[in-house]
């Protein structure tokens, strides 16, 4: 053996390290902004778990949104409670960071079952790469949300089962522990996702005995039924301890879970087949959970149908697992990619076996979206500081940082040896390069001065919200503030608003001035979200700058006297 192959392995795996080091640093940037990708849910979440810390108890939980108070089983909130400790660290990095250690605890399962089942550890941090570059991670991964405890808990069983194979699947003992395991996983979300787990184990231990019907009933049916009662008898501890069970039933079974099949104005088969929430619509939802890598799991899609007959049985067994999750997802009438979430560390251990399998062609789409991209950043950063001419929006690290990215991107898509191994480092750099486009929205310039906090502790303010409980940010924003909420329009009429509120924020296009006669108390940089679809129309056209950026103000009025306040 030369000394040349003897230092490959070597070279391999101190750039491996170097992606990982980047990917933890990735998940962690910026987490305590309040523009990073997450899901509107994360408001009302939020919300629960201030109030219920407030009241010193961890159960009943606690809301003032109307029939939204047991919209989740209690786990998160009481997460959220322990890592806030009990609201006295009351920041989004607290209530974050233990969704961050969820993602990265699965990716660490994927990187290990790809390892397993290949026997090559390369191949498994090609897996754990992928999966920290689907953008579903991202953007679920890392806010207050249930799905990072959801997806590690529920693809937790499955990795048992393939790590340890044969032993696992004949074992007495492994039963208890799926029912554990899936039990957390149910009071993290749903006892409805027992359908879906439950399912597929049950392919599993089938397909274990062949499909021997017989065998199946003797000596796996009393595994199945254990796992089941376990896991539902955990999640019954939350009737068992909550001192209002009734309501659990009527807001979570009833509303929460049951109305998920309520297809509201239109008939049942014809939402299945037409539309946003369409059977068709979240056939895709894989791929576009995949993101960026959306491209290459087309390719995987496309060899694993072309050489199904050539697939390893471990990889029929994950395919089997992401079917069942389609196939039971499609039965409620809100269907969405975001109830696939837990099978896609399935689908990166998939990435893992059959990287090599997919053609060169679709990595090098996806390393053209990226250079693409990068190049987008860069010229809304440049219009943006074109805009504020007297503020240093953007240091030259960024810069660096566009230019590294767009360099290695087109270095991949150049050099064959690299475009598959460095195809999810040009993602998660697209993915440091948004979150350092997004800083100046969440550092000095996104935030109220420390002045205006001292001075807004304690008086009620007035804030815009366009989704439930978002108001609640205003919480981070403004410390201490009694903060009240309005439904934000469109076009905000500041003298309408000036009329009723003494204190009230309002966000408006860069450039506009303050109602007349009123006092701006302070003004921050904000981005514009939930676009409608004339404005989306508009940004296709190109008009991105004028729809995408805003600044908001504070602004006290002198139309109302403090008898007259609401």
Request: glycine content about 8%; some cysteine.
């Amino acid at each position: 053996m030369t000394e040349t192959t003897v230092s490959r392995p070597r070279a391999q795996w101190l750039l491996y390290g170097l992606a990982a080091l980047l990917a933890i640093f990735v998940y962690f940037f910026g987490l305590d902004g309040q523009h990073i990708p997450k899901n509107g849910d994360e408001y009302p979440y939020e919300h629960i778990a201030r109030l219920t810390a407030a009241s010193g108890h961890f159960l009943p939980l606690q809301s003032e949104l109307f029939e939204m108070r047991n919209t989740k089983p209690p786990l998160l909130f009481w997460q959220g409670i322990v890592s806030t400790n009990w609201g006295a660290d009351w920041t989004l990095w607290h209530l974050r960071y233990p969704s961050v250690i969820y993602t990265l605890l699965t990716a660490l399962l994927v990187f290990l079952l790809g390892w397993r089942l290949s026997r090559e550890p390369a191949k498994g941090m090609i897996g754990a790469l992928a999966f920290l570059a689907f953008f579903s991670t991202y953007r679920f991964g890392r806010p207050f949300l249930t799905n990072p405890p959801e997806v590690f808990w529920l693809f937790l069983p499955f990795f048992i089962l393939l790590y340890w194979r044969s032993t696992a699947f004949a074992s007495r003992f492994v039963p208890l522990l799926l029912g554990v395991v899936i039990g957390i996983g149910l009071l993290y979300k749903s006892f409805a996702l027992l359908l879906p787990v439950g399912l597929g184990l049950a392919w599993w231990y089938l397909r274990q005995r062949n499909y021997r019907i017989i065998p199946f009933l003797r000596e796996d049916v009393w595994r199945l039924a254990l796992v089941a009662l376990i896991s539902l008898a955990i999640f019954s501890l939350w009737f068992v301890l909550d001192p209002q069970p009734q309501a659990i039933w009527q807001e979570f079974v009833v509303k929460e879970n049951a109305g998920k099949f309520d297809p509201q104005s239109a008939s049942y088969f014809s939402k299945l087949i037409w539309g946003a929430s369409s059977i068709w619509v979240l056939a895709l939802g894989y791929p576009l959970n995949a993101g960026l890598l959306a491209f290459p799991v087309f390719g995987l899609m496309i060899s694993a149908v072309r050489q199904r007959n050539q697939l390893s049985d471990v990889e029929k067994m994950l395919w089997i697992w992401l079917l069942v999750m389609l196939f039971v997802f499609s039965l409620p009438s809100q269907r969405s990619s975001r109830y696939l979430l837990a099978a896609m560390p399935a689908l990166a251990v998939l990435c893992a076996l059959g990287w090599a399998r997919i053609g060169r062609g679709w990595f090098a789409i996806t390393l053209g979206v990226v250079a693409v991209v990068v190049a987008g950043l860069g010229y809304l950063s440049f219009r943006l500081q074109g805009a504020m001419p007297d503020v240093d929006l953007y240091p030259v690290l960024y810069w660096l940082l566009l230019a590294a990215t767009l360099i290695f991107a087109l270095t991949a898509l150049l050099r064959p040896a690299l475009t598959r191994p460095g195809v999810s480092v040009a993602v998660l750099l697209v993915f440091l390069s948004l979150a350092a486009f997004l800083r100046p929205f969440d550092g000095v310039l996104g935030n109220y001065s420390s002045e205006t906090q001292r001075r807004m502790a304690g008086a009620e303010v007035w804030v815009p919200y366009d989704f439930n409980a978002k108001y609640e940010l205003y919480r981070f924003l403004l410390p201490g503030a009694s903060i009240q909420g309005y439904r934000e329009e469109r076009v905000q009429n500041l003298a309408a608003l000036a009329s009723r509120y003494p204190v009230f924020a309002v966000r408006v296009p860069l450039g506009t001035n303050a109602c007349k006669g009123c006092r701006i108390l302070g003004e921050r940089l904000d981005l514009r979200g939930r676009h409608t679809e004339a404005e989306l129309a508009e940004i296709l056209r190109g008009k991105v700058f004028e729809n995408l950026f805003l600044k908001e103000m504070l602004i006290e009025s002198p139309a109302i006297s403090g008898a007259d306040r609401p």
